[in-house]
Each structure stands twice: as structure tokens, then as C-alpha cells.
């Protein structure tokens, strides 16, 4: 181990190590200042947590990209929270156990919560340097869940009350901005927001809304949901799953169940593939084609998902 640097408590060639021993730990100053680091440096982030931490959205959306790790520590020693794989610290980082045939003990645990669902949509669009940014999700959140985003910031907690205006100047300031915004409507949402230069602005979000049990989330209406969207706020592409989750959208370190995905939707009018059902929605000038993959609740249909991508990339 070497000193720490760039918010992390201990750094060594391959990895920032940030300890969070709190309830839930959330994107705050510390962890983005040791991704900065990491970003830099060519490290991977490690976050450590207790057993009992939560997670927030943007936290699990930095955890599942190959940046970070979050790793548990229980009674029994450390584990990946996402995956429930038994991990050591190696002198280095922390790393799989290598002959590890079962999930960490913790993992395995029944949740704290009850478990509901977590409505999931990842869409991407292009933008003009003119483009006032943030409509998308702006118009997603008042579908879903009857109010604009309450705001919107780099970290946790937000800095900005929701202002569209002051979100692109800050996209516009920059090479390259991840932004999270949360709403707090009839049910809970975040999103992450990750735009980049090309001709124009390419944006990629992932907006998730939380429904308790026995709130089912409005799956047969996605169809009629994008294409209002797509009428004022054209997106290139969306995918829409279902995950278990808590309400509150926070995510422990155990095991609640897979996601499974809904439909797909894709610029342009399709005739194919066969065995798929096709749905046209938004305007003519901008059409998009909603596919039809599954009900959300049977992870097989993930299949369908690469089937359906291998011939669009072909088409």
C-alpha cells in the first residue's frame, strides 16, 4: 500500500481503495475525486463497504461498469456486492478468490426491504450544439411519475434545483459531463446522464423508477409512452427491462433477483426480424420501431435481446 491520494484511503499501483461505512453510500465528493484519480491513473475503484450499506443509483451504475468494484465485508471476510463472488485482498487489490465454486454466505441472505420492481430505461439521442439538454428525461420523469426532475448535480447530494438551462451550460463546459438528476413524484427516480463530443452531443441515459409490491409498473404502456417521447424529445434508441428492487431504488448486497427485458426500440421502419412483434411509434419524419422482447419477469428473454441486436447491426 502506498499513501492515499485523490480521495481515496488507500492507493496502490492498481487500485484507489474508498472505505464507506455508512447506511447508504451514495456518488459524494470523495468517490468521484478518486475516480478522477483513477480515471488518470489507469486504476480501477474500490469501494468497501459494510454488509448492511445500500447503494444509490449512480453508485450501482458506476459499480456495473468495468471503472469500480464495490466489495462487502462481513464476518466471513469480503465479497462482490453485485455478483456475490468471494474476494481477498491480494497485497494489490481486491480480486475473485480463483477456486471459489459457491456465492458468498452474506449474498445469499434474505433482503432487509421488501423487494418491489425497478422500471429500467437506457436510451440514447443526439444533440445540436443548439439543443437545450435534458428534455428527454425531463419528459420521461413527468410521464412516470407526474413531475419534472427535482434536480440535478455531478455528486450526492445534488447541488441544483432542475433547470435544463444551467444542466447544458455545464455539459457545454466540458469535454465530457456525467450528470445525475432524481425525482421524487408519486414514486421515486434517477437517472444518470453521460454525454460526449461527436458531431454534435451524444447522450446516454439510464432513467429507474421504482414501484413497491403491488404496484405494478406500466409495462403494456411503454409502446404509447416512447411515442409521445419521441414526438418532442427523439431519442436513436431505447431499451426498457425490469429489475427486483427496492422502491426506494437503493441496492444491498444480496441477491434479489434478474433482470429481464421488455422491448427495444430503434430508429427507423423494420420489416423483420421473424418471430418478432414490431410496433411503429413516433413521428414520420423521425420514425422509431418498437420490439416487443418479453414481459419483463423471464430473464431467458435476454436471448431475444441478442438476436434482435444481431440483425439490426446487419440490417
Known amino acids: 500500500m502506498s499513501e492515499t ?3 481515496a484511503d488507500v492507493l496502490t499501483s492498481s487500485a484507489a481503495v474508498v472505505l464507506q461505512d455508512r447506511p447508504v453510500i451514495a456518488l459524494g465528493a470523495a468517490v468521484t475525486e478518486a475516480l478522477d484519480e483513477c480515471e488518470r491513473s489507469g486504476r480501477v475503484l474500490q469501494i468497501v463497504t459494510g454488509h448492511r450499506g445500500r447503494i444509490t443509483v449512480p453508485v450501482r451504475a458506476l459499480v456495473s461498469s468495468p471503472r469500480a468494484q464495490w466489495v462487502v465485508h462481513d ?14 485482498w491480494d497485497g494489490r487489490s481486491f480480486t475473485h478468490v480463483p477456486d471459489a465454486r459457491d456465492y458468498a454466505p452474506g449474498y445469499v441472505t434474505p433482503p432487509s426491504a421488501p423487494v418491489g420492481t425497478q422500471l429500467v430505461l437506457t436510451f440514447q439521442a443526439r ?8 428534455g428527454q428525461v425531463d419528459q420521461l420523469m413527468r410521464l412516470l411519475i407526474g413531475r ?36 421524487q413524484g ?67 448486497p444480496r441477491w434479489s433477483g434478474a433482470s429481464a427485458p421488455i422491448g427495444l426500440a430503434a430508429t427507423g421502419s423494420y420489416t423483420g426480424p421473424p418471430g ?8 414520420p419524419e423521425a420514425p422509431l420501431t418498437w420490439f416487443h422482447l418479453g414481459d419483463g419477469r423471464s430473464p431467458e428473454y435476454w436471448q431475444r435481446h441478442q438476436q434482435l441486436l444481431h440483425h439490426l447491426r446487419n440490417a
Open 148 to 183: 419534472s426532475p427535482a434536480g440535478w448535480g455531478t455528486t450526492e447530494p445534488l447541488e441544483h434545483l432542475w433547470d435544463p438551462a444551467e444542466l447544458t451550460a455545464r455539459v457545454h463546459a466540458g469535454p465530457r459531463s456525467r450528470i445525475i438528476a432524481v425525482g
Open 276 to 283: 418478432f412483434i414490431r410496433q411503429p411509434v413516433g413521428p
Open 5 to 7: 491520494a485523490g480521495g
Open 186 to 252: 408519486a414514486r421515486r427516480a434517477a437517472a444518470t446522464l453521460e454525454f460526449s463530443d461527436t458531431p454534435g452531443i451524444a447522450e446516454l441515459t439510464t432513467l429507474t423508477v421504482g414501484y413497491g409490491p403491488g404496484d405494478p409498473p406500466p409495462v403494456e404502456d411503454l409502446p404509447s409512452l416512447l411515442d409521445a417521447l419521441a414526438a418532442e424529445n427523439p431519442v436513436t434508441a431505447l431499451l426498457a427491462q425490469l429489475t427486483p428492487g427496492r422502491a426506494d431504488l437503493t441496492t444491498e
Open 127 to 134: 444533440h445540436t450544439p443548439q439543443t437545450r439538454l435534458g
Open 75 to 88: 464476518d466471513n471476510g469480503y465479497y462482490e456486492g453485485l455478483t456475490g463472488r468471494p474476494m481477498y
